[in-house]
């Protein structure tokens, strides 16, 4: 993988470690990758149990006729295989049969992200052989019960040529005649193959081949500001949508438009940006090669998009942007968005406009009550994820460690100032945590 610009990013030893570990990685696996038919195999529905376990794992998956595991159904997460391969006797017996071929879609997962870089993995023999495949029934493990594919993953299929009524999801244990299972294509932060580019690019051109009335611009901010989970999640981004709309970006909700304008969108732009999580896993999507600017809000970084970057060929640049009390991870919250430095130089390397805004009182109150109720929620067990991220990234950031966790003397003061301020709700936030952390404490340290 190219070398990754440093210039606009805190510098960390826990940063320098996961950024040395990518630019010495090689992704492209340059193997021919197999399809095949199992006669009599079973399904077992996929039922979640933790992520918090390590490794992930939950029950379901393929079986052949003896009851082996069929490893090419695996669907890989992490490095980690999701399904603990392991099925009773009892529940293969009680597969209802089934007198058809089946082609077998992976796990579908309804969250964008996740289905962008894990749901789609063994469907690559769609794009590459069209006619074989068009009118084979599609076998899906679901996560969370789910009933139907709509929305933007039912369009995804459609491009593929998966119609609706090809698709099934699997709710109870079933055999079927013969069940067609290619391997998958990629595996986040660990690979992918020249199939999983030719899959990529032919959805791209399928998209691409349907017209749309919608107007495309060369620069756009991918925005989450009408999302309605970013309210306490994502705060203060406004201040950095606010730069990149005053040189030029035109914000855009990727989520209020259908997928293949999406596309259409990302085709036609030549300069992106957008915060850190699961927009910037639109750029798959994006011209390869084309330039984006990637806000970071956590120092967790978010490696699986360093694969899509590596597939594309994007010219990215990563700008650290944020204030952070608490480690979290990118996928939960809650964050601060700040003008940092950073981006200041950043605007300066870029002849871009560049004034900054002052971090607002109401935003840090937000940010502030959301970490608690973050920290009220979190079980015990979790703080020492706390307290190991502490250890790794608190040099150069305003983390606390988790034995002071929010209460040090810094940031007192800084609560003092809303204390003064007569702020009731906020200052009894703060002693119910305080209280509460006293029993962290008798536990934890």
Sequence with gaps: MKKINRKYLFDTEVGRIALDRE???????????????????TVIPESFRSWTENPVVSEGGLFDESGAYIEESSVFHWNLILFNKVVSEKVLKSAEYCDETVFYGGLFVEHWGHFIVDSMTHL???????????DVKVIFLTLYETKKIKGPYLEFLNLLGIKEEQIILVQKPLQYKKIIVPESCMSINNFYTKEYKFFIDYVISQAMAQPVQIKTHKKIYMSRKNWALSYDRDIAEDKIERFFNQNGFKSVSMEQYSFVEQVHILQNAENLACAICTLDHNLIFAKDGVRAAIINKT??????????????????????????????????????????????????????????????????????????????????????????????????????????????????????????????YFYNKYIEYKNRLKEYKKVMF
């Excluded at 010495?24 to 197999?34: A, G, V, W």
């Excluded at 690559?124 to 068009?134: D, G, H, N, S």
Aim: charged share 30%; glycine share 2%; net charge positive.
């Design 124 to 134: 690559w023999p769609f794009a590459l052989y069209p006619e074989k495949y068009k």
């Design 23 to 41: 630019e010495n990685k090689e992704y492209f696996l340059d193997r021919e990758l197999s399809i095949k038919t199992f006669d009599s195999a």
């Design 299 to 424: 120092l967790n970084y978010n490696i699986t998009q360093f694969m899509i970057d590596d597939v594309k060929k994007l010219d990215v640049t990563y700008i650290d942007a944020f204030f952070a009390m608490i480690p979290v991870e990118f996928g939960a919250g809650q964050f601060l968005f700040d003008m940092h430095e950073h981006l200041e130089n950043y605007a300066k390397d870029n002849n871009m406009k560049f004034s900054r805004a002052k971090m607002k009182k109401t935003d840090l109150i937000k940010y502030f009550d959301a970490c608690f109720r973050r920290v009220d929620d979190i079980p015990d067990s979790r703080l020492r994820y706390f307290k190991e991220q502490y250890q790794m990234m608190h040099s150069r950031c305003s983390f606390y460690s988790p034995k002071e966790l929010l209460i040090k003397k810094y940031f007192y003061k800084v609560l003092s100032m809303f204390i003064n301020g007569k702020n009731k």
